[in-house]
């Protein structure tokens, strides 16, 4: 299986795409300047306590003080208010998470008011971010995450993933990161460091250590609300988790981006360096790779699967509901038992996908169509199973009932992905009236005549949708060719599926937009 990161920068943020097999299978969207992203660690003050539901609101500069809770303190709070205390009081030199003695581990059946006073500073981190009208949710459980592993301050014990499940595997990993851990740190090896050398574990091991001291450093001289230690980027920390063996190409059009991309893979992966490449065609580089169309198809209500069955994707404040459907599925099998198997397989494949794609959390029912023997159920259930093991949010799938429905919960740490599938009219403009849009092409035309004879414009450049770039290109004499004859000079179409069907832009030698007027 071949994974691709494409990353297209725009004024507002950068859009990120990872394609498996050149299907779609995330689509993140970051922006420009981007607040309170999970793994972030802020200088917080606690705002107020609320007893009844044993949680503390934390004002770390949102608009909304952010939630923690109780459970989300960490046995060693009382060992990280010492250790902060400790570093803005000595502007961070000399605050060692080594040297410093561990304190008793907070109750776990405590209250909050017994462990926080309110006007504390405190060190929190962002576990999940802003979502409606809610603001992020904190922890105090701070945490460092590495490619290999995840560095835990204020503890000592060595946790290896559930995943890696050979016991020689893990036997090899707890030793070797037992030896190899200063004190007072615990390390979380994650399930990408299976089989990896012990060269490359300490790398990682030393440079989760370096972030963190760097961060603390900034304690001494850091105000209320102060970003303490951000995580990286988004795309950077997709390639942290994501990359490995089967990752064969991260693309970007941004040079900046690129850069960091580069630099970050050289110092983790040399030997992968040349897989990051930098897009300098005309095209735009979603459209070039075919990420434009996809989205289109694949965020509406209605989602196609390929042997001619349908999705159809509700989303409820409580809930979200998918329903499928055989549409013309249902006359191509040999009983009604087996068209329910042949498109709930192709379904559970399809809404693994869109579970990763949307980054839908919370709870998900999903109503099958209704299958009589429970060997063809559970069939279903393990095909979901091993279609959702890529995802790396955490969740729980429940047997199918007798009726058919799959309830799945699934984490929510961002804000579900949201991509509109509806245009307005690009000739109405939502109205429901037009006058005459068949004569887009006489505009344009009358535009190309008026910029190449009257203004001697030179390698115009005409954006269109798909359908009028095949109106103007087929065919001979093609339309353009038409306009070679008449005018001497080569007019560039270039196709641009983000365009309505109406919608055209004109661009000069240097890829700037012209003005045209109306």
């Not at 725009?10 to 995330?26: H, N, S, Y």
């Not at 999970?38 to 003050?45: A, Q, W």
């Not at 559970?348 to 839908?360: G, S």
Request: proline share 3%; glycine share 6%; hydrophobic share 35%.
């Amino acid at each position: 299986m071949s994974n691709e990161l494409i990353i297209n920068s725009t004024p507002t943020g950068d859009r990120i795409a990872l394609l498996q097999d050149k299907r779609l299978v995330e689509y993140h969207i970051e922006q420009s300047e981007p607040q309170f992203s999970v793994g972030d660690i802020y200088l917080g003050t606690v705002r107020k306590l609320v007893t009844g539901l044993n949680a503390a609101f934390i004002d770390i500069g949102y608009e909304k003080d952010a939630f923690l809770h109780y459970h989300d303190l960490g046995p060693h709070l009382n060992t990280l208010n010492k250790f902060t205390k400790e570093a803005m009081t000595q502007n961070g030199k000399n605050a060692k998470v080594e040297k410093i003695k561990l304190d008793e581990e907070i109750d776990k059946l405590g209250k909050i008011d017994k462990v926080l006073t309110k006007g504390q500073p405190i060190l929190v981190q962002v576990v999940k971010e802003p979502i409606s009208t809610k603001g992020p949710r904190l922890s105090c459980d701070i945490s460092i995450a590495g490619r290999f592993l995840v560095l835990v301050p204020f503890a000592n014990g060595v946790n290896i993933s559930k995943k890696i499940t050979s016991k020689a595997e893990r036997n090899r990993l707890q030793k070797l990161m037992s030896s190899v851990k200063p004190k007072n740190f615990g390390v979380i090896v994650r399930t990408v460091a299976e089989g990896k050398a012990i060269e490359e574990m300490e790398m990682d091991l030393r440079d989760s250590i370096a972030k963190w001291e760097d961060g603390i450093k900034k304690l001494g001289n850091a105000k209320p609300n102060d970003r303490i230690i951000g995580e990286m980027s988004r795309a950077t920390s997709m390639l942290r988790d994501l990359l490995n063996n089967d990752f064969d190409n991260v693309m970007m059009d941004s040079p900046e981006v690129y850069q960091e991309a580069k630099d970050y893979v050289h110092h983790v992966a040399p030997e992968k360096e040349k897989i990051v490449k930098l897009h300098t065609g005309k095209t735009k580089l979603f459209e070039q790779v075919g990420i434009e169309k996809q989205l289109k198809m694949l965020f509406g209500r209605s989602v196609s699967l390929p042997g001619g069955g349908y999705l159809i994707i509700e989303h409820t404040e409580a809930l979200h509901v998918i329903d499928v459907n055989s549409g013309n599925k249902s006359n191509s099998e040999q009983d009604q038992e087996a068209t329910a198997v042949s498109v709930n397989q192709e379904a559970a494949k399809e809404i693994a996908r869109q579970l990763r794609l949307r980054d839908m959390g919370g709870i998900i029912v999903v109503d099958f169509i209704d299958m009589k023997k429970a060997e063809n159920r559970k069939k279903i259930q393990d095909l979901m199973r091993d279609e959702m093991r890529p995802d790396r949010s955490k969740y729980t799938i429940l047997p199918l009932s007798k009726f058919g429905l799959m309830q799945i919960t699934r984490q929510r740490v961002r804000p579900e992905m949201n991509v509109s599938t509806v245009e307005s009219c690009p000739t109405c403009g939502g109205t429901g009236t037009i006058t005459a849009s068949i004569a887009v092409s006489e505009i344009i035309a009358q535009h190309v005549e008026h910029l190449v004879s009257k203004q001697n414009e030179k390698d115009l450049t005409i954006l269109v949708h798909p359908f009028l770039f095949a109106y103007f290109t087929k065919g001979f004499p093609s339309i353009r060719m038409k306009w070679f004859f008449k005018f001497k000079t080569w007019i560039k179409l270039r196709e641009d599926s983000s365009l309505g069907l109406t919608d055209f832009k004109f661009l000069n030698r240097n890829e700037d937009e012209i003005e045209l007027s109306s």
